[in-house]
């Protein structure tokens, strides 16, 4: 076997010379720099097809980026597996779908579809949502309701307004004397309901009151509670507090016994918890009190956790991640080590792993988890990169890993916010602590390689020179340092998918899996 290799993922830190907004450009990051000038270095795609999306337009995310990274594959994934499932009505013939629909009419029971609305592909996208309204019309349910939460991250800040236009465009074409949609309630994804990682229970808690009881500020529609909550606080779309629709001083759309309800998200991460609360409310949830209970028939749009085989019943099947980079180390006998902070621990773990929340093997397996702070990250965007750090270093000392990896959250999630001077304080504050790593494996003789698993913080600014807190479609750094003698990159078009025979490579092994794609390396 060659030397160890420590691995490390800079979330949302793109690599490229247009400057909208460019945090990592105008960014003081001297070991980023040398990275990728005296050592061997490229870029490589993280979004579209290179990880398994729809098209090259589609940005890449962090889930699917991390798949790509730790299987040496590309599978279809999230909106494509969908789109191709809509498109064959496939999904219509899941027991899920049967099976909501045939409780709803038994029951005389309401249809809920809830989710992110949004055209943004990396969580959600209306066109699903607008194509199973028409299927539930034309299969004999007559009331519908949608629960929106509001994105304004993977799209344009505040274009909240845009989709519920499109969605009640749709409504009024479909609304009949034997059909009858309406939105019943609504919300900031950062705010409500999609929490992730058990980070903050509390906003799936305001979510349950909002959508399930009707327990919040009323408005007469979703506009209405749009413009007034901006007028009111200046919020953006993800930060909007909840709304419930009303008509009469009556919530229009509760969540009641009897009816059905659909989670209308693709993406596995900020579903599970609402998932969890209603697959096991009534098996000792404790996450929070509820006061209402309702029986329904619930379904996510994919099993988000196929471990907890969470939700229990889903519409559409997720990929089947095979031959993975960690199977396959621990088939070598390699002891690896995985960490990082909250937001991205399940990203360096289960997406890693193929979507997988367990280990291949308990003994050549050890994860350690940094708690992120529940704090806007542009409050405090160093974040925990420091404690990461150290954990990596104490790792590397302690000499039983032949692989090691982690992730900075800062580029994607102070990217997020929005705020171009934080983004670029967790951008800095990556590039401090690689100093660090790059001194601790000098020390220790292992490589080190950097990258990212997608953009962000590259581009904080939109066409029009408003904030931008979505990803982008930008190529991410890769740089290998102290390296064996003699690496050298080949010529390519190379993608995250193609990391993962890199690795095994610097280890020292050439019998990959035949289902990878090839090394970066030569």
Known sequence: MSKPVVLVVMDG???????HGNAVMHSYKPQI???MTKWPHTTIKASGTAVGLPSDKDMGNSEVGHN???????YAQGAKLVNESIASGAIYQSDAWKKAVAYAKEHDGKLHFLGLLSDGNVHSNISHLIAMMGEAKKEGI?????????????????????YVDQLEDTIKGLNDDAFHACIASGGGRMVITMDRYEADWSMVEKGWHIHVMGDGRQFGSAREAIETLRKEGGYTDQYLPGFVIAKDGKPVGTIDDGDSVILFNFRGDRAVEISKAFDYMDKGFDKFPMPKKPKVFYCGMLQYDGDLKLPANFLVEPPHIEHTLSEYLVKKGVKSYACSETQKFGHMTYFWNGNRSEKFSEELEDWEEVPSDIIPFDQK?????????EKMISAIESGKYQFLRCNYPNGDMVGHTGNYEATIIGVESVDLNLRRLMDACQKADYT???????GNSDEMLDGKGNPKTSHSLARVP??????????EIKDGDFGLANVAATV?????????????LESIIK
């Open 381 to 389: 965007p160093w974040m925990k990169a420091t404690e990461v750090t």
């Open 478 to 487: 890769f740089a290998i340092y102290n390296g064996p003698e003699g690496v």
């Open 68 to 74: 790509a990274l730790g299987c040496g594959q590309i």
């Open 504 to 516: 095994a490579k610097l280890l020292g092994f050439d019998d990959v899996p035949e289902q990878w």
């Open 33 to 35: 720099d040398e990275l």
């Open 448 to 454: 080190l390689m950097v990258m990212a698993d997608h």
């Open 13 to 19: 830190v793109g690599w490229t010379d247009v400057d």
């Open 142 to 162: 007559h009331e519908v309701r949608v629960h929106a939460l509001l994105d304004g991250r993977d799209v344009p800040e505040t274009s909240a307004l845009q």
